[in-house]
C-alpha cells in the first residue's frame, strides 16, 4: 500500500489497468483472460498488482 495508500484509488486503478490489459490481448486476437479465477498461477489482478508493486503503474492527476 506504499505506491497507492488509499485502497479506494488502488481498486479504481488496478480494475482500470486490468480492462487496458484485456483490450490489448483481444488487439492481439486473443481471449481476455478470468480476472480471478484461473488454472494457472498468475491471474490478471496478480499480473496487475505486480506492475504497481514494480512501479510500472500509478495514478496522478497528469494520468
Do not use: H, Q, W
Not at 483490450?23 to 479465477?37: D, H, I, S, V
Amino acid at each position: 500500500m506504499s505506491k497507492i495508500p488509499n485502497k479506494y484509488v488502488l481498486t479504481i486503478v488496478c480494475g482500470e489497468r486490468a480492462r487496458e490489459r484485456a483490450k490489448e490481448r483481444m488487439e492481439r486476437n486473443g481471449e481476455p483472460l478470468p480476472l480471478t479465477k484461473y488454472d494457472k498461477k498468475d491471474t490478471e489482478m496478480k499480473k496487475v498488482f505486480k506492475e504497481i508493486l514494480a512501479g510500472k503503474v500509478g495514478y496522478g492527476k497528469d494520468e
